[in-house]
């Protein structure tokens, strides 16, 4: 596989981009790997990656039921930030966000990681106290998050209607310069490339159909739509899917599976500097590098697989958007689609080991999973290769809903989830 | 946008006039101070998140007001019946729509 430098550009430039060789070979599966990854998403390929560099495991298959990164890598607004309120929280999103600066570097991939910075609109006094005490939370562990007024919040992103008049009123943003987006497409794709190129196996259109226990409860191996497939470990990170996937090993886990749906306008001239998310009225939007404004929406009320959701919220998110920000009006919307998220009761992701040996779960991430991607990839790398909780993931277990000690995003978070 | 059959007013309605109120079917624990911690877990938060024909609860919050359960199929998201509270889940073998 060929590095990419400048070099190698200008020598393919020259012979007319017709000898670029694949970036990673489409494999059939081995009878048998030491660990079998369920799902090639960002997490999944990401979590193959750092098996192979970081604890020399390379006889590792990452198998996806479709194609690679088409889940909800390839369906989210691609929003990154780690301004959680809670101390697990911050750990692990600020640990995510760290591996996020130099990710192109250490994968040689350009995943056009931005950090534009994320602002968060109050609408509300119940919005500006939440904020303020995220911010609080955040400086204490260190994590980069600040309180802008109405008119600094206007100079950070000048499209921001803040008159007094306003259906939804600016009262405020918390700013987190740090944060930003990356190309969702080349988070998976640079994952898959690195991981491919130390021994990894990447199987597509495969679906898992279940998960294989012996006589002792332990792992033997997964069912696939190419044959059964032997492994002493496998790591389920399958989003909306992973119920199902668990279910079939005997474990009924804490999650609902919701459609979250996003939109796309036509693309236009740079006009939007950042990213804007306003949790009150849930609308989340930012520019892609090619010009359309790309916009997030909340959750459907019912659970779903569909893929689609209804039309309800995307009228409910563009209104938001057209009062937030009036120079949007007239712009046409090209597309709109729907991922599968995988809902926690404390909308907290779930990370780590299970009760049956040698079957590991990354999952829960809900409306929030791709900022997390490099962070949750490399801690589950650890904990499948050792057996054992790395130190950021250890808070995230599946017990605490049998304990009670969540890590209750939910009623605390920044965002409505 | 879903049309779903209100049990009660008899009608089909849009989506809009309702709100969605989780899985059908949870029984609340008879004895709530017996129950063990596992217990206590599969009740609050274990659900079955089906793929295919699910029992779920909804209110007609924007109309009649009142809770009745569904049959709908998360794949298609397709309605298959709608029944009152307390009537129990109907027997829809051979009647799942198509996908």
């Not at chain 1, 994590?143 to 259906?167: G, Q, Y």
């Not at chain 1, 600016?170 to 990356?182: D, E, F, I, S, W």
């Not at chain 1, 490399?378 to 599946?398: C, G, Q, R, Y």
């Amino acid at each position: 596989m060929t590095h990419f430098s400048a070099m190698s550009l200008l020598k393919n430039a020259i012979s007319g981009h017709k000898n670029w060789p694949e970036q990673w070979p489409d494999k059939q599966p081995k009878d048998e790997y030491d660990v079998i990854i369920v799902g090639a998403g960002g997490h999944g390929l990401g979590a193959a990656y750092y098996l192979a560099k970081e604890h020399g495991i390379t006889n590792v298959a990452v198998i996806e039921k479709g194609w690679l990164g088409g889940g909800n890598t390839g369906r989210n607004t691609t929003i990154i930030r780690s301004n959680y309120l809670y101390d697990e929280s911050a750990r692990l999103f600020d640990h995510a966000l760290d591996l996020w600066e130099n990710l192109s570097t250490e994968l040689n991939y350009n995943v056009m990681y931005s950090k534009r910075g994320v602002m968060m609109l109050a609408h509300n006094v119940h919005d500006v106290q939440s904020f303020q005490r995220h911010i609080h939370a955040n400086r204490l562990n260190d994590v980069d998050n600040r309180w802008l007024t109405p008119k600094e919040a206007k100079a950070f992103c000048p499209p921001l209607n803040i008159s007094p008049d306003a259906r939804y009123p600016v009262m405020g943003a918390a700013l987190q310069q740090r944060a930003g987006t990356a190309r969702h497409d080349a988070v998976a794709w640079g994952y898959a490339r690195a991981a491919a190129k130390r021994g990894v196996d990447i199987i597509q259109n495969c679906p898992v159909i279940s998960i294989r226990r012996g006589a002792d409860g332990a792992v033997e191996g997964v069912e696939t739509g190419k044959g059964f497939i032997k492994a002493r470990k496998v790591a389920v990170s399958a989003a909306g899917h992973t119920s199902v996937v668990m279910d079939s090993a005997g474990v009924r886990m804490p999650l609902e599976s919701y459609p979250l749906q996003a939109l796309v306008s036509e693309p236009i001239k740079p006009v939007f500097p950042c990213v804007v998310m306003s949790n009150t009225v849930h609308a989340y939007i930012s520019q892609s590098d090619k010009g359309e404004l790309v916009i997030g929406s909340g959750t459907d009320q019912y659970t779903s697989y569909s893929q689609r959701g209804g039309l309800p919220l995307i009228e409910h998110t563009v209104a938001a958007i057209c009062e937030v920000f009036p120079i949007f009006n007239r712009m046409r919307m090209l597309r709109k689609w729907g991922g599968i998220v995988d809902v926690t009761p404390d909308r907290s992701a779930i990370l780590g080991k299970t009760p049956v040996r040698g079957l590991y779960v990354n999952c829960g991430w809900g409306t929030g999973g791709f900022k997390a991607t490099p962070g949750a990839a490399h801690t589950l790398a650890w904990t499948v290769a050792k057996d054992e909780p790395h130190p950021i993931n250890a808070p995230f277990t599946l017990e605490r809903f049998t304990t009670g000690r969540l890590i209750d995003e939910a009623a605390a978070a920044a965002v409505a989830h | 946008m879903l049309l779903i059959q209100c049990p009660y007013c008899d009608d089909a309605l849009p989506e809009l006039e309702f709100a969605y109120a989780g899985e059908a079917h949870i029984d609340r624990p008879q004895d709530p101070s017996a129950l063990s911690d596992e217990e206590w877990r599969d009740f609050l938060f274990i659900r079955s998140n089906v793929k295919g024909v699910h029992a779920e609860r909804w209110r007609h919050i924007n109309g009649c007001g009142r809770f009745f359960n569904a049959l709908r199929d998360t794949v298609s998201d397709r309605f298959v019946t709608s029944y009152k509270a307390g009537e129990p889940r109907p027997d829809t073998s051979g009647k799942e729509p198509a996908q």
